[in-house]
Structures are given as structure tokens and as C-alpha cells.
């Protein structure tokens, strides 16, 4: 089962945002500049601006009563994972590019295409899930709602990275904003090349000695 679309709050990174547009924080209504730290409303799976003082606020877990989560900022990759054929066919996925992350109040992990229509939502069984990602530490390190795992897949080989899961919508709005034609054309591949470079450029590897049997390679 699949939808297309994006939740209550991600909309905001599916458009070019407007010069005089003033952010504000969500909670508190202060103004925010351009880098500021996003909120996960567990309840409504929307993102949320937020001050750094609201985002240090909801960065205790349990605060708030656990509607409220602030996504981190930590990058990590695992340049030891490759997808292996079998077992990444289990989860029928259909593209080279997407994201996963733990939904919290379904209990299940959900598959996020970046297409040129928004984020396209797949049912992940999660067994297959397991199975395809026992041998990277990047599943197991997944923070429920705020993160998510990145997947990229193609003729110069398989990518993995546990990323900010703002940062995951991110690359959805540069998709639907650059996309042109039926391949998305250059502009959407600059994009997409530059989004990747940003992530390896912030991302920490994980040690090697850290891979455990599974997908690692040796």
C-alpha cells in the first residue's frame, strides 16, 4: 500500500520559500532565522520550527508529555553497507532512491519515495526491513521519528546514511522543485549530487569494527 503527498508541516520544504516570509518558532512565536532546528509533532507527523530553546525544550525525552521530539543534527554512514540483491527485493522497493524511519505511534517502519509529486509513503514489512539491515549498526542506532535511514542505490554502488529526518524532506522539496521531463532532468541530478555530497561532507563512518555479518562487506 502507497500514498503520495506529504503530512500536515512538511509542505514547507515541497516549494521555494518566499523572500519576505518571516519563519517563527511554532511554540513560542519567536522569530527564527533560516537554520533553525525543527520539531516532530508525533501526533499529527508534522515538523514543526523551532527556537533553540524550544529545540533544547523537547530534546529530553518525555518532555511535554512526548507529543513533541527535536530532530538532532547527526549525520552517520556506513561506506561498508551494500545492498544485498535478495534481500533488498523483499522489501520491493521500487526506486534507487529513499528513506526510511520508525513511526513511533503505528509501531512500524514506513518507506518514503522523493519524487517529483512529494514524498510517495510504501508499507515496509518489517522482517525484510531487518534482514536487509542487520549488518550495518546505522538500523539499529535509528532514532524512532526524528531520523532516517537514506538509501541510495546505482551503477557506482550502494550508499547508507542515518541523517536528521528534516534533512530527508529536504531532499524531497529539491526533487519536486528541480524536476523536469521524465528522468528529472540535469538541474534535478545537480541537486541531487549536491545533496549527497553535503551528506557525506557532515556524516561520521561508523567504525568498521562496529559492522556485524548481514550486508557488511569484509
Known amino acids: 500500500m502507497s500514498r503520495s503527498g506529504a503530512a ?3 509542505r514547507r520544504f515541497l516549494g521555494p520559500r518566499r523572500e519576505a516570509e518571516t519563519e517563527r518558532c511554532e511554540l513560542c512565536s519567536i522569530e527564527v532565522g533560516p537554520d533553525h532546528r525543527h520539531l516532530v509533532d508525533v501526533e499529527r ?5 523551532a527556537c533553540q530553546g524550544c529545540a533544547v525544550l523537547f530534546d529530553r525525552p518525555g518532555a511535554g508529555g ?5 530532530v538532532p543534527d547527526r549525520y552517520l554512514t556506513d561506506p561498508g553497507w551494500h545492498a544485498d540483491p535478495v534481500r533488498w527485493q523483499a522489501l520491493r522497493i521500487p526506486v534507487e532512491m529513499v528513506f526510511f524511519f520508525l513511526n513511533s505511534t503505528l509501531e512500524r517502519t514506513v518507506a518514503l519515495y522523493p519524487s517529483p509529486a512529494g514524498a510517495t509513503e510504501n508499507e515496509v514489512d518489517q522482517d525484510a526491513f531487518e534482514a536487509a539491515f542487520d549488518g550495518t ?7 524512532p521519528d526524528v531520523e532516517a535511514l537514506l538509501v541510495r542505490r546505482g551503477s557506482d554502488g550502494d550508499s547508507c546514511h542515518l541523517v536528521p529526518v528534516d534533512a530527508a524532506y529536504q531532499l524531497v522539496g529539491r526533487l519536486r ?14 541537486e541531487i549530487a549536491a545533496f549527497f555530497d553535503d551528506v557525506k561532507r557532515k556524516a561520521q563512518a561508523v567504525p568498521t569494527a562496529a559492522r556485524e555479518g ?5
Open 66 to 70: 512526548g507529543r513533541f521530539r527535536t
Open 8 to 10: 500536515p508541516g512538511l
Open 177 to 190: 522543485l528541480h524536476w523536469q521531463g521524465f528522468d528529472g532532468g540535469r538541474e534535478a541530478r545537480q
Open 137 to 143: 549498526p546505522l538500523a539499529r542506532e535509528l532514532a
Open 45 to 49: 507527523r508534522s515538523l514543526a520550527c
Open 214 to 218: 548481514g550486508n557488511a562487506r569484509e
